[in-house]
């Protein structure tokens, strides 16, 4: 129901096949910036970007763009993502994770399925959220983290997210798991530390692995090692997922790489206002809009790829 915004279109691709996207499974003690360079390198690929950023200790769906594709970030729709984690119930810390500093303990008042279950409801549909400290997000034109490294106290506004489903568990008295779909820019390390507070108690986040990005499960990624056999997506495919597809006769490719105008191209004509993927034969060749007076853009056009580069790792 929730998932449907980016459609599965993983394939098995050839080592002549130029990759775009790629559906890591990344492992723990790794930035995201990290594993997406290991597995640039490990695909033959110069230029990359990822999209969602996991925290160093957390696992799961990492997105990385390769190649030309990077230039495709922007015209990706914001998907929801799933999460499951660990909430350690009973101190806080600087991160408000397990990489963090204790800065407070308390005590774990007693909590039953009810108490689980109301803690679910508050934490469910549209609401406020304070990003954590150790976060990315630019305070005061810096960004937060690095702020809090320096011993400086930050204070994150406060912004409205999206939970769309979540479901707390006790393991122990001490530990809770917790499942949850939400929109971009929630962040499970407040969740946790906020589900803490409601509990009456201080809480952070031990275990963390992103299990969904839109259609996408584990089940279609690949950890390092399993590359390139599956988990990468090719160019044609994530173009696709950026907006409709049209397919133009392949002597449009020179045309439409030369930026001429689109309302000369006669299938164009008569489609409704949008974002429409555009190929000439095999070729994945421009992302072009219209809007609702008729009139059409570029929003990029896909350089020729260079076939002396060995995509994939061959």
């Not at 005061?140 to 979540?166: F, H, I, M, N």
Request: charged content about 25%; proline content about 5%.
């Amino acid at each position: 129901m929730i998932y449907n915004a980016w459609s599965r279109r993983q394939i098995v691709v050839s080592r002549t096949t130029e990759p775009a996207l790629l559906l890591l499974d990344k492992a723990a003690s790794l930035s995201s910036r990290k594993a997406g360079g290991q597995a640039a390198r490990h695909l033959g690929v110069k230029k990359y970007g990822h999209l969602g950023t996991l925290d160093p200790f957390a696992t799961g769906i990492l997105p990385v763009m390769l190649g030309r594709a990077t230039r495709l970030a922007q015209y990706l729709p914001q998907v929801p993502k799933g999460y499951a984690a660990e909430i350690c119930l009973g101190a806080s810390t600087t991160t408000d994770d397990v990489d963090g500093e204790v800065v407070e303990t308390a005590d774990i008042p007693s909590y039953d399925s009810d108490a689980l279950e109301q803690a679910a409801q508050a934490f469910t549909g549209e609401i406020r959220q304070r990003p954590p400290a150790f976060s990315a997000i630019r305070v005061d034109g810096q960004r937060a983290y690095k702020r809090a490294r320096r011993g400086e106290a930050v204070e994150v506004p406060e912004r409205d997210v999206s939970v769309y489903e979540l479901r707390l568990r006790g393991v122990s008295r001490d530990r809770l798991a917790l499942d949850v779909v939400c929109g971009s820019g929630t962040y499970i390390r407040s969740l946790a530390r906020d589900i803490g507070l409601f509990l009456g108690t201080r809480a952070h986040l031990t275990r963390l692995r992103r299990t969904r990005v839109g259609a996408w499960g584990l089940e279609d990624t690949a950890p390092l090692d399993a590359m390139p056999e599956r988990g990468v997506i090719g160019m044609k495919e994530a173009l696709a997922l950026c907006g409709q597809e049209v397919h133009l006769p392949g002597e449009a490719q020179r045309y439409l790489r030369q930026g001429k105008p689109l309302a000369n191209l006669e299938p164009l004509n008569g489609l409704p206002h949008g974002r429409y993927s555009v190929f000439c034969g095999l070729q994945a060749v421009a992302l072009v809009e219209s809007d609702s007076a008729g009139g059409w853009r570029y929003c990029l056009v896909l350089p020729e790829a260079d076939h002396r580069e060995r995509f994939l790792g061959g």
